[in-house]
């Protein structure tokens, strides 16, 4: 028997059973990105500039919340200190 499949079918086949990340697809997607992202940049280089500041200050208050889990992070650390026995630090004798 002989298989009469084309090369485009070929193609949907091997794409259809990879995924999105390895695909041609997505490294076009990745180029067009990265030139839309340079345009933006060479144009809009002032704007960017201008709000990193404030970038920075509101990527404070999202590192806090999602960098350690809020305020329970602390609650279980100090808890767990507590209840650790204390070590003798130096010799008495």
């Known amino acids: 028997m002989h298989s009469h499949q084309t090369r485009q079918d070929q193609h949907d086949a ?3 059973s990879g995924s999105f990340w390895g695909s041609r697809t997505f490294w076009v ?3 067009f990105l990265a ?3 340079t345009m933006l940049l060479s144009e ?3 704007h960017f500039l201008g709000a ?3 970038l920075f200050l509101l990527a404070c ?3 806090h ?3 350690h889990g809020g305020h329970t992070g602390h609650v279980s650390q100090s808890n767990e200190r507590k209840s650790a026995p204390q070590e003798i630090v130096g010799d008495k004798s």
């Open 65 to 67: 919340i999602f960098g």
């Open 35 to 37: 030139i839309a992202l």
């Open 52 to 54: 990193l500041p404030l």
């Open 44 to 46: 809009h280089r002032a």
């Open 61 to 63: 208050p999202l590192l």
């Open 29 to 31: 997607f990745l180029g």
């Open 14 to 16: 091997a794409a259809s």
